[in-house]
């Protein structure tokens, strides 16, 4: 999932993945920085041990992020 916010006629994005590893534990992989620029400024990686607590992980992160202005483009 990728989320956007405008600010000071810069475009910032929030990128969120998740991936199954080889063990079985889930992968959840963040990733932000400014539009404008070739490379991220951070990746921030977690683990969570099944599928329902990362999904409810990722969720519990796009909801603190649409309150700070980031938003879904459709």
Do not use: W
């Amino acid at each position: 999932m990728v989320l956007f916010k405008s600010s000071n006629e810069k475009v910032y994005y929030y990128k969120i993945n998740i991936y199954q590893t080889l063990f079985g534990d889930y992968l959840i992989q963040r990733e932000y920085g400014g539009i404008q620029n070739h490379n991220p400024t951070n990746t921030i990686k977690s683990y969570a041990p099944s599928k329902k607590e990362a999904l409810c992980k990722v969720l519990d992160i796009v909801v603190d992020k649409k309150q700070l202005g980031y938003l879904k483009r459709v």
